[in-house]
């Protein structure tokens, strides 16, 4: 997937420049923590409402964004098995509790021959850390779904308090749109901008409409230029 984005943005004459975070945006461009400096008309952040905002702190409306957004944490446990053990069920979602489990190679080529990649995840309550027992927890689910896997395990990856989204959905509030209405010539896009979709497909649909805004900015200086 990233080689195919990559491949599609030099396609279009794009420059990508990786290596160094952003470290501060500033009117007329972006500077990098490696101390390049890049000139822009306008910047488009695909980044958290905190980690945004950091980086435009006199954008009052990030900061709204920032404290009031609630992300989604998971613990996650990833089993690439050497087979699927026998009489395995493939997918599980808890009821009672925060967990799922689902064997993903069983409709993605993920792993060699008759190997089974299998993940095992645990929604986190909003604002609680993971535990010591977090891996654990996630062993005894797919124990109880997968019996049999432990011997079969060939490498696996563990990771605690993962960003799953980083505004959950509110009754209350509409989330941010593309455009930052303090700041102009700056917009945003990710999970939690945009009206469209939930987590990577509301990532996605805002930075289409965050492409189009940017288009429509740069037409409309053209011709205030004009
Ligand atoms: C375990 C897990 C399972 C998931 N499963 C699904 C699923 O099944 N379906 C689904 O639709 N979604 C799923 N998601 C959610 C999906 O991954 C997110 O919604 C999506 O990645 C959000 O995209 P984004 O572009 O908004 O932000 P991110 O993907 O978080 O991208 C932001 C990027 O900005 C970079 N960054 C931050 N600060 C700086 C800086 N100063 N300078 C330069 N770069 C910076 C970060 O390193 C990061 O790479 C899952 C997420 C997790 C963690």
Known sequence: ??????????????????GARVERVAGGGVAMADGAWWPGD???LALSPVEASALVPDAASL?????????????????????????????????????????HSKSAKLAPGPGGVVHVAKYLPVGEAPGTDAVAELERVADLVMPGWRALEVKRQELRGMVVANALPRWDRKRAGVCVKDSPGLFVAGDWV?????????????????????????????SRAA
């Open 42 to 44: 306008v910047t488009l």
């Open 194 to 222: 945009g009206d469209e979709g939930m987590i990577a497909d509301a990532a996605a649909a805002s930075a289409v409409e965050a492409a189009m805004a940017v288009q429509g900015w740069l037409k409309r200086g053209a």
């Open 63 to 103: 900061a709204v964004e920032a404290s009031e957004a609630r992300p989604a944490r998971a613990n996650t446990l990833d089993l690439a098995l050497s087979r699927v053990p026998d009489g395995a069920n493939d997918f599980a979602i808890g009821i009672d509790s925060l967990f799922y489990i689902s064997l």
């Open 1 to 18: 997937m990233v080689d195919g984005l990559v491949h599609a943005a030099h396609a279009v004459g794009a420059e990508l420049y990786a």
